[in-house]
């Protein structure tokens, strides 16, 4: 069985023949001569008592009629045999019925369709929409930062090896040089302009040498500095581009 809205009832159509002693109880009535065939059609204060029968209906949980009263439907001049109907307790909170959107006939919108419980469910007509839910902008609380604590950095510089010396890693950052730059010694108020002519071909490169005017000067590492070998003053290379 189905249920549809039809004018200002409810009309319920299908196979109905076994079910017809409930829904006569009811106060329905037959009328074969609707708009896509017969039905039986009930008032809408009939419609939580209609949810509830045909859903029971469906699960099986009432008794179809006996087969004489179902012949009785197509049977105008057979007298009915009348059997008492056993109204069952309305279920509190049951759910309203569902309106499915149907499809227009010749421009015409037909009657939204009723599913009731055990049916597959259509989707929702857009004429009955959920209320919105209502926002609330709450206010925003400010974020508390908290400093960062300072960690002490700890760097692994010292090992013993197995000559059972303690040794230290000591690590610079200095310029490397490449062959054919130039390079500017400055030592007090005197510079002089050198190139670059030879840079050891291993890493690390901790010496190269330049030179100036046939001159050459072999230049090491010292203390995390480029220093000319050997020269006691003080002094430094500048590195350029």
Not at 25 to 40: A, H, I
Not at 82 to 94: H, K, S, T
Not at 147 to 159: G, S
């Amino acid at each position: 069985m189905q249920a549809e809205y039809y004018k200002n009832g409810i009309k319920v159509s299908g196979d109905t023949r076994p079910w017809y002693n409930y829904l006569k109880q009811m106060g329905g009535t037959w009328n074969s001569n609707l708009e896509g065939g017969g039905g039986w059609i009930f008032g809408k204060n009939r419609e939580a008592e209609l949810m509830q029968m045909i859903g029971q209906a469906n699960a099986g949980v009432i008794a179809q009629s006996p087969k004489e009263q179902q012949a009785a439907v197509v049977t105008p001049n057979r007298v009915l045999i009348q059997q008492p109907f056993i109204q069952q307790p309305l279920v509190q909170q049951q759910p309203r019925l569902q309106i499915a959107p149907q499809p227009t006939i010749m421009g015409a919108p037909a009657m939204p369709r009723v599913i009731f419980p055990g049916q597959v469910e259509a989707p929702r007509s857009p004429l009955i929409q959920a209320p919105a839910p209502q926002q609330f902008n709450l206010p925003v609380l400010p974020t508390v930062v908290q400093a960062p604590v300072a960690q002490p950095v700890h760097f692994a510089n010292r090992f013993q090896a197995a000559d059972e010396l303690t040794y230290q890693i000591i690590l610079y950052t200095v310029p490397l040089p490449h062959v054919g730059q130039k390079v500017t010694l400055s030592y007090g108020e005197t510079t002089a302009d050198y190139t670059v002519t030879t840079v050891k071909d291993t890493a690390p490169v901790d010496e190269f040498w330049i030179t100036k005017d046939e001159q050459i000067s072999h230049v090491v590492l010292l203390s995390g500095k480029w220093q000319i070998n050997l020269m006691a003053v003080e002094h430094t290379i500048i590195f350029h581009k």
